[in-house]
């Protein structure tokens, strides 16, 4: 599906077909210029002023959208312009509503013919049109709603890949903050023991002053081992040891479901989410990190290597009785998709049969905010990736999934004056 974004501006009066046309029209122009996507994004932003709208203009208005675009219904949202001074953007806007007009009821009774009542003369009352019901009006403006909980907390969410340098610390990071700022807390735990990065990704390595071993060990307490991110501080990180250190020897599954069960009974109070950063691989530290998980998110990029590693990383979860196990495909290209030099989203959902969680570009601003240490959902105004995480982090609150869409293009239409080389 393409991230399409279409500023629909209402002028002050009530939109007539030429100015829809014109809209619309602006509209594709967007979305070529902007790269159309085969299966990208499942939204379409729109900015709509909505005071002026009549019910049965918005029918009117999706039927000629998806006469241009062919999404489904659901996929229409509202969406507000980020401004640079609010946070609003973070926000996922509400399915995009049709509202009908309510059938006129008869107004003639039966009883009343078969038994007339008599005649009489009032002064007629002068004529009051019924106050306009606003409630359509409401209902679309609640684009700043919040996403629902859905599933028991503390949800214990491991981020797997099988493959190495596929995306999951980038991941890890980025879903963590975006829970983060939807209000939501939630513990990382870098379960990555040898090769540890995330505090690196996050900002946060010069914070790390414990670690789990020294919890372990008794050397100090959890609170102090959990590192608070200063700009989030419903976000903590935890690392299981130091650098260069080694881990003591019976640590295994054992030892990290006793910290998830020591992060259920503290005392202000369990997390709502708490996201384990695996390791790549299949061996130790991948059965440790699973081990204490509900749900898993295998993190992919649509070549055939990490298909195959997140293939057979598919099964041992499910061994493991992790049944719940959704997808983000990361790092795609759609001008390698377009020219059949990468698999498709939706290739890879075939080949992996799993529910999308999310689909994230390949973009540059990814390996900036890796370097920098600052995650990429906190840049204002939003990189590609960073709206993608969000809306990942999004669906993975309310435990809801995407669908690839393929797209197919129209042929270029030949101008005047091709004829002439142009
Ligand atoms: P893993 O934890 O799976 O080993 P990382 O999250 O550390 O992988 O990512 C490995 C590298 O890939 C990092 O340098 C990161 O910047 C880069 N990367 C990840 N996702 C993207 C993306 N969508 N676009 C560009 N670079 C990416
Ligand atoms: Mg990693």
Redesign the pocket.
């Known amino acids: 599906m393409g991230l399409c974004m279409g500023f629909f501006v209402n002028s002050g009066k009530q939109w007539g077909q030429f100015e829809l046309f014109v809209n619309i029209w602006a509209l594709k122009l967007i979305v070529r210029n902007y790269g159309y996507q085969d299966d990208i994004y499942d939204h379409i932003f729109l900015s709509l002023d909505i005071p002026l709208f009549r019910s049965s203009f918005n029918f009117f208005l999706y039927t000629e959208l998806s006469r241009h675009f062919p999404f489904p219904l659901n996929t229409i949202s509202r969406f507000q312009i980020p401004t640079t001074h609010t946070e609003t953007h973070i926000a996922r806007p509400p399915e995009f509503q049709i509202f009908r007009r309510k059938p006129i009821r008869a107004m003639i009774s039966l009883q009343t013919i078969a038994k007339p009542s008599p005649i009489h003369f009032r002064p007629k009352k002068p004529f009051k049109r019924p106050p306009k019901t606003l409630t359509p009006i409401h209902s679309l403006l609640q684009y700043n709603r919040k996403p629902q909980l859905s599933g028991e907390t503390p949800r214990v969410v491991v981020i797997t890949?099988g493959k190495?340098?596929?995306?999951?610390?980038?991941?890890t990071a980025n879903i963590g903050l975006s829970l983060a700022r939807l209000g939501f807390s939630a513990v990382a735990i870098d379960a990555d023991v040898g090769l540890r990065?995330l505090d690196l990704l996050l900002g946060l390595e010069n914070r790390v002053n414990y670690t789990v071993v020294e919890v372990l060990n008794g050397d100090c307490r959890l609170d102090q081992a959990l590192v608070r991110d200063k700009r989030w501080s419903n976000f903590e990180l935890l690392c299981i040891s130091k650098p260069r250190s080694k881990l003591p020897l019976g640590f295994g599954g054992k030892a990290l479901i006793w910290l998830v069960e020591a992060l259920k009974n503290r005392e202000e109070g369990a997390p709502d989410f708490i996201l384990i950063?695996c390791p790549?691989g299949i061996d130790a530290g991948f059965i440790t990190a699973i081990t204490p998980a509900n749900e898993a998110v295998l993190?992919t990029t649509p070549d055939i290597t990490s298909l195959r590693d997140a293939d057979r990383v598919t099964g041992l979860l499910e061994c493991d009785g992790i049944r719940d196990i959704k997808m983000i495909v990361?790092?795609v290209r759609t001008d390698m998709i377009k020219g059949e030099d990468m698999m498709s989203v939706l290739d890879v959902q075939e080949m992996l049969g799993l529910p999308l969680l999310g689909v994230?570009?390949?973009?540059?601003e990814?390996?900036r905010s890796?370097n920098r240490g600052y995650p990429l959902v906190l840049n204002k105004p939003p990189a590609l990736?960073g709206l993608a995480f969000e809306q990942a982090a999004w669906r993975l609150v309310e435990q809801d999934s995407m669908k690839a869409v393929m797209m197919e293009e129209e042929p270029k239409k030949r101008g005047f004056f091709s004829f002439f080389g142009g």
């Open positions: 890949s190495g340098g596929v995306g999951k610390t980038t991941t990065n950063d790549a993190v990361n790092r994230i570009p390949e973009d540059t990814v390996i890796t990736a």
